[in-house]
């Protein structure tokens, strides 16, 4: 088993933030002056078998607006873009087939995003959002290639992911199917 935390205590001087200035239908970069982000993060890894790990993962920020010009209103709000907490759990398990040195790889992945603001006013929120992540791989020759079948996003969240204020938004993609091939030369 193996457990790793961290604690961070950072200044940010001109975080970039796109506002929208509605009469003149313009998206902008400014900067908001400055922000503080307190917060810490656990990791754990287990493996239980020779074949089978698991792993989880905790964080937890806190991010407060400390000084914003164009905007003095907003000192002490939360800083857009940053969830207050993230989740991570999953599993790995290796069947380990017959044919010379490979092996088929199972990962179940749920990965936990909580709620976050868009705007400096905190006046627009993102729900929490709760992904299923899946892989499924075949590895061969000790693992110097392997051919993946990969879903993101299993149960198809919709969500946005950008929002600007006036109501634009960019939906984010809904369920992802991949397929990769990797070799190794070296």
């Given at each position: ?15 970039h933030?796109?506002s929208f ?8 970069l400014t900067?908001i002056?400055?922000?503080?982000l ?8 287990f ?12 964080g937890?920020?806190?991010?407060e ?14 800083a ?6 993230t ?16 092996a088929l ?17 905190n006046?627009?929120?993102?729900d929490?959002?709760n992904?299923?992540?899946l892989?499924?791989?075949?590895e061969?020759?000790g ?22 204020a006036?109501g ?5 993609p809904?369920?992802?199917w ?5 070799w190794?030369?070296f």
């Open positions: 088993m193996r457990v790793s935390a961290a604690l961070f205590d950072t200044s940010v001087e001109g975080q933030f796109f200035i509605g009469a003149i239908s313009a998206q902008i900067n002056d400055k922000v503080d307190r917060g810490g993060e656990i990791d754990l890894e493996k239980p078998t020779e074949r089978l790990d698991l792993y989880a993962s905790f937890y920020t806190d991010s607006i400390e000084a914003y010009e164009v905007d003095p209103a907003a000192v002490g709000n939360q857009p873009y940053i969830a207050r907490k989740a991570n759990l999953g599993a790995q398990y290796e069947f380990p087939l017959p044919l010379g040195d490979s790889l199972a990962r179940a992945d749920y990965e936990y995003r909580g709620s976050q603001y868009w705007d400096v006013q006046s627009t929120a993102r929490a959002l992904f299923v992540h892989r499924l791989s075949l061969g020759d693992g110097r290639w392997s051919l993946s079948g990969e879903v993101e996003n299993l149960t198809d969240e919709r969500y946005n992911s950008e929002w600007v006036g634009f938004s960019a939906a984010a809904g369920r992802i991949k397929a990769r091939f990797r190794n030369f």
